[in-house]
């Protein structure tokens, strides 16, 4: 099987599932870039091994987002399960890092300061709003998004 036959028959596959429009470019993409990056792999390796090889590659030298390297690893998976119908199992390749998310929050002054610089505007409370929205421990999208919406 081709490279272009094996886009076409995952098309197929992932049309038929109803994945959305997105997922479907994601895969292809990583597809094609696993499928041609195989010519450049030892011959001697199995499928989970060129899966490994190509992921790693993909971490330390393209030097990928977590995310991004998950993508390719799901779609690649996505690939051998169901549309050779050849599930990969146990793939065990270097992973880029995520980055550690640290959390800001104002401190209690930087709030307190926060609220006594909105004014109250044309005689309307306006101050109100962001009282109300620290006071309820809300996010700031919240109001806006409306009943039922979250």
Same mark, same amino acid.
């Given at each position: ?43 001697? %390796? ?6 490994? $090889? $190509?992921?790693?590659? %993909? ?18 998976? $996505? $690939? ?71």
């Amino acid at each position: 099987m081709n490279v272009e036959q094996a886009i076409q028959k995952l098309r197929q596959v992932l049309r038929l599932q109803h994945k959305a429009w997105a997922t479907e470019s994601a895969y292809v993409y990583w597809l094609r870039r696993y499928i041609n990056s195989i010519p450049h792999m030892p011959p001697a %390796l199995s499928s989970r091994q060129k899966v490994e $090889f $190509f992921l790693t590659r %993909l971490a330390c030298h393209n030097e990928v987002t977590a995310s991004t390297q998950n993508q390719a690893l799901n779609g690649i998976l $996505f $690939f051998y399960k169901d549309v050779p119908d050849q599930p990969i199992q146990g793939v065990d390749a270097l992973r880029a890092k995520r980055p550690a998310r640290v959390r800001h929050a104002p401190t209690l002054a930087q709030t307190h300061a926060l609220l006594r610089a909105v004014p109250d505007l044309g005689g309307y409370p306006t101050n109100l709003i962001p009282s109300l929205l620290y006071g309820c421990g809300l996010r700031v999208s919240e109001p806006l998004s409306g009943p039922g919406r979250q």
